[in-house]
């Protein structure tokens, strides 16, 4: 029961976006001549362009569209919440329905003693939420110094100051932005790809470990560094998955230490690696704070979450302490999005997109591998429905094209025009699709890449 299409002018359309809409990353120079290319309607993994054109998103639009678009129950959900209560105010003395569900449907979800749940308006400022709880949670503990937060190089934790600083990618950080460098550090990624040459893979993580030891005592030792942030695997920083036991190894240093483990799991949860949250369920470890976003709401309302452990609740709910979490926007737990969120689980569990991960996941990874033939293919890696290709000129020194070439670019300009939508990020091509692909999907991906 959709509705009609509604129509636009879509001339005018592109006209109005070139002159006025500044869109993320816009590189200036491109987009004067370019432009961008207006999207008319979604359904599953399928969108459609302006121009009549359909492709398959194997982005799942920025890895968020978790259930697939354009699902009506999900439209309804949305209405009824919106005609019911579209908005409540969520400062302290009034609540609402669908965001104290969530909450408690979140924390059934999340493992061990992640039992409490901040609300915001999506993964950067769920980020932003969790460097002030850390520090607030420090500072109610009397750790005063307990302040330097350790990340990884090619991180990426979002766009607003605090979570660019956090995240590590170089070409995130243009010396015209005053990043926050005195009490944030970043590490080495374990990207085993490209480590340093003669090591394997268990001598790659002993360096790694041995890097975040050596790191907190130049901080001047435990009582100085707050907290560890990490992303399960790596998204926007290439689909990094981690040498077996490296997580678990940074884990046990923050548990030694008493540095909080923060898992970025704004892509991985909601079903992307074929599980809720993939700290605890795939890879063995205990976060005390767990972010998300994105698969939250399969992208059909904006949110985030930043959900943390009884441990931390226990410091700032202190009985007799008076204290107050002085940190919230106008849109924490806004009911129309709490609303989504509790559809978008209810249809995951309801048709077990979770299942269809882990058995379309591994058929995925496999005939994607095969690309692996291809001269110009230097590695394909990843997890189920989070998948990346990483391009070289050399297979044998694994020796990048020039950038300029913009080889990722080109690639999935090639597979635009075939009707697939890749993202390009240098020299990879990454893919998350919706959580209902099936087979038949899978083998269109792969030979268009292939063609
Ligand atoms: N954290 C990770 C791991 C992400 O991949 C992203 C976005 O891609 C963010 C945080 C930021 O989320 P948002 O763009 O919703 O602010």
């Not at 932005?177 to 085993?192: Q, R, V, W």
């Not at 080889?407 to 939508?421: E, M, P, Q, T």
Request: net charge negative; with cysteine.
């Amino acid at each position: 029961n959709k509705p009609t299409v509604k129509q636009y002018d879509y001339d005018k359309i592109r006209q109005q976006d070139k002159a006025h809409f500044l869109h993320p990353w816009q590189v200036f120079d491109v987009f004067r001549e370019e432009g961008a290319l207006p999207i008319v309607e979604g359904s599953g993994n399928h969108i459609v362009d302006a121009d009549g054109k359909r492709y398959f998103d194997a982005v799942g639009g920025l890895w968020c569209n978790n259930i697939g678009l354009g699902r009506v129950e999900m439209a309804e959900a949305i209405a009824q919440q919106a005609l019911q209560l579209s908005y409540a105010n969520p400062f302290v003395d009034m609540t609402n329905a669908p965001a104290a569900e969530l909450a408690a449907k979140l924390a059934e979800l999340a493992p061990g003693s992640i039992n409490h749940v901040f609300f915001s308006c999506g993964g950067s400022t769920s980020v932003d939420t969790a460097f002030r709880l850390i520090h607030y949670y420090q500072n109610c503990r009397g750790k005063h110094d307990k302040k330097h937060i350790i990340s990884r190089i090619n991180a990426y934790h979002g766009s607003t100051y605090a979570a660019m600083s956090i995240g590590g990618k170089p070409g995130d950080h243009p010396p015209e932005f005053d990043f926050i460098k005195d009490t944030i550090h970043h590490l080495s990624y374990p990207n085993f790809y490209r480590a340093p040459a003669g090591m394997d893979e268990q001598q790659f993580v002993d360096h790694l470990v041995q890097e975040f030891e050596d790191k907190i005592a130049e901080l001047g030792g435990a009582d100085k560094v707050a907290a560890f942030f990490a992303e399960p695997v790596m998204g926007a920083g290439g689909v990094i998955v981690a040498p077996e036991g490296y997580l678990k190894r940074m884990h046990q240093i923050c548990k030694d230490n008493d540095i909080l483990y923060v898992s970025d799991e704004v892509v991985t949860a909601f079903g992307r690696l074929g599980h809720w949250f993939a700290s605890k369920e795939r890879f063995d470890i205990q976060p005390d704070i767990i972010i998300s976003a994105k698969g939250l709401t399969s992208g059909y309302q904006p949110l985030g979450a930043t959900l943390f452990s009884d441990e931390i609740f226990a410091v700032l709910d202190a009985e007799g302490s008076d204290r107050c979490f002085a940190h919230g926007f106008t849109y924490s737990g806004h009911p129309v999005a709490c609303a989504a969120a509790l559809k978008n689980i209810e249809i995951m569990e309801r048709e077990q997109l979770l299942g269809n991960v882990k058995e379309i996941g591994p058929y995925f990874e496999q005939q994607l591998k095969t690309l692996e033939d291809l001269p110009i293919v230097g590695q394909v890696r990843g997890i189920n429905f989070m998948q990346c290709v990483e391009y070289v000129a050399d297979k044998e020194t694994k020796a990048l094209f020039p950038e300029a070439l913009d080889i990722g670019k080109r690639v999935s300009n090639h597979a635009d025009a075939r009707g697939l939508i890749t993202r390009a990020i240098v020299h990879l091509n990454v893919m998350s699709p919706a959580l209902t692909m099936t087979r038949k999907d899978v083998d269109f991906i792969v030979s268009t890449l292939r063609e």
